[in-house]
């Protein structure tokens, strides 16, 4: 993955991605797939929401940092794995055979074979609900990857990845922050 | 479209829905397009994140109920010309030639043509990053509509359609509830 304009980092999440939440703590790394995940702002700020069942949700709380890793089509079993294993169990890195890559702002992992990741600083839980406030403070884009379409779960053990392309930019210009097509 | 089991509402979200959402105040009904929403819970508690911009935000926060309305791709012209319109410019339901049905718990209209409808009512606003948490308390289905595909928004002006189908139940089965298959 190569370094991407920051702007764009929404654009890999709006849809509903699917995400594999990576987190470090010294020697330990672990991984998570939350797929309860919302924009905030373009800035980004973003939302997630899961809790203490998941060891990753308390590592942020611990470490205040994270990488969203956003997997395309061909991670999907994967994906549901990662979402399956308790950290405990396993490295899960290992196990699932996940290319770690080098962040550059945060200490945690960035899956290199995923679409994009988003490093992230906590800046907020709204402990009522779960909610993690998470800034994005740098995009990574994996350009030359050939799958590019994103997972989407149902919540019903069923998922579909992106289908039929709709283009309507024109009519939404007003509405647009410029130059964020995501790739 | 009839009513359905509420413990199901949230399988029509999850993966990312565009949604419509309706207000009503008094004679006035209003709808605005929405795809910052993130599911909180399974009974299902809703986050959907808006501002001030948009006046069915502040009628929400006026009467304390809404309708979450999933268009299905059939619908993917008027979502996008709902999320231009400024309400005040016109009656969108008319403008739009949405066909209206009664709600049963809130007063808020649906918009029968959808794939699924989600009455609500307002339980929380986290102000300072635009959050409403809403409470489900009615389901509507569309068993018969056509259309099947729910539509995901990138925020760039471009969206997709669900795709291809992954059924992974069988691997997720200790961490789903039971009977909340998405039609």
Not at 115 to 135: F, H, M, Q, R, S
Request: aromatic share 8%.
């Amino acid at each position: 993955m190569i370094k991407g304009n920051l702007d764009k980092a929404f654009t890999y999440l709006e849809s509903g991605a699917v995400l594999l939440v990576c987190v470090s703590e010294g020697k330990k790394d672990n991984v998570m797939t939350v797929s309860w995940q919302m924009v905030l702002d373009f800035t980004p700020l973003i939302a997630i929401c899961s809790g203490s069942w998941n060891e990753s949700f308390e590592a942020i709380l611990r470490t205040k940092q994270c990488c969203l890793c956003v997997p395309a089509a061909d991670m999907i079993e994967k994906a549901v794995g990662i979402g399956t294993i308790h950290g405990s169990q396993c490295d899960k890195f290992k196990h699932f055979n996940l290319k770690k890559q080098k962040p550059a702002k945060v200490k945690a992992p960035l899956i290199g074979g995923c679409l994009a990741a988003i490093e992230c600083k906590l800046t907020d839980y709204i402990e009522p609900y779960g909610i993690l406030v998470l800034k994005g403070v740098q995009l990574w884009e994996n350009p030359l990857k050939k799958e590019r379409r994103i997972i989407h779960a149902n919540g019903d053990g069923t998922f579909f990845a992106d289908g039929e392309f709709y283009n309507l930019r024109e009519k939404m210009r007003e509405r647009l922050p410029e130059g964020v097509e995501r790739l």
